[in-house]
Nanobody
Framework: QVQLVESGGGAVQVGGFLKLSCSVSGYTYFMGWFRQAPGNEREALAAIDAGDTDKVADSVKNRFFISQDSTENIMYLQMIDLKPEDTAIYYC????????????????????WGRGTQVTVSS
């Protein structure tokens, strides 16, 4: 059974930065980051596969960067220039199945989810 645990969330001011971590136990091929703000639908942010091919949503491109340390089984989301609209609960997700690149930001393709970590950006 795959288990995912997010960490690194917190409260920051506008323009600040955070680096989220997702510790993974169990085999995964493909992982991603999502977020959900109150009253909003879940939003895909970025995904990365076992070969380090990644895909980042246009909405956060050049501000959010996904990476992983395969030896430590940790996935990261580096976030810079944070804005109030980035306030949300951030989730990591994973699946053991390969995916088409076009599906990299499709939440329905992810079988396993963490519980989330809160990010709050204040002005």
């Amino acid at each position: 059974q795959v288990q995912l645990v997010e960490s690194g969330g917190g409260a920051v001011q506008v323009g600040g930065f955070l680096k989220l971590s997702c510790s993974v136990s169990g085999y995964t091929y493909f992982m991603g980051w999502f977020r959900q703000a109150p009253g909003n639908e879940r939003e895909a942010l970025a995904a990365i596969d076992a070969g380090d091919t990644d895909k980042v949503a246009d909405s956060v491109k050049n501000r959010f960067f996904i990476s992983q340390d395969s030896t430590e089984n940790i996935m990261y989301l580096q976030m810079i220039d944070l804005k109030p609209e980035d306030t949300a609960i951030y989730y990591c997700a994973a699946t053991a199945e390969t995916q088409y690149y076009s599906d990299y930001l499709n939440s329905e393709k992810f079988a396993y989810w963490g519980r989330g970590t809160q990010v709050t950006v204040s002005s």
